[in-house]
């Protein structure tokens, strides 16, 4: 089964919790809902890099698999826009 694509924005932060990785930041609420983001693919890590501290938008899929991380559900990220 095909899962649709998930759309998110928010701030991208580094993380070095469980390793160092990117992070993205949503409002939700009153609070902060926090993702991890594994980029899919070297260009789109340079374009999380670029975007550390920035407001964008991105796109992927939720990745219910074991892993390692304990800061949020982990995303899948197939691109990285300039937020609104």
């Known amino acids: 089964m095909l899962e649709a694509a998930l759309k998110l924005e928010g701030t991208v932060r580094v993380s070095e919790i469980e390793g160092r990785h990117y992070e993205l930041e949503v409002a939700e609420g009153r609070g902060t809902k926090r993702y991890v983001l594994t980029p899919a693919g070297d260009a789109v890590s340079r374009l999380l890099e670029a975007s ?23 995303m899948r990220v197939t691109e990285v826009n300039a937020g609104s």
């Open 52 to 74: 550390v501290g920035k407001v964008v938008r991105v796109t992927g899929y939720l990745d219910d698999r074991p892993n390692i991380y304990m800061r949020g559900p982990v």
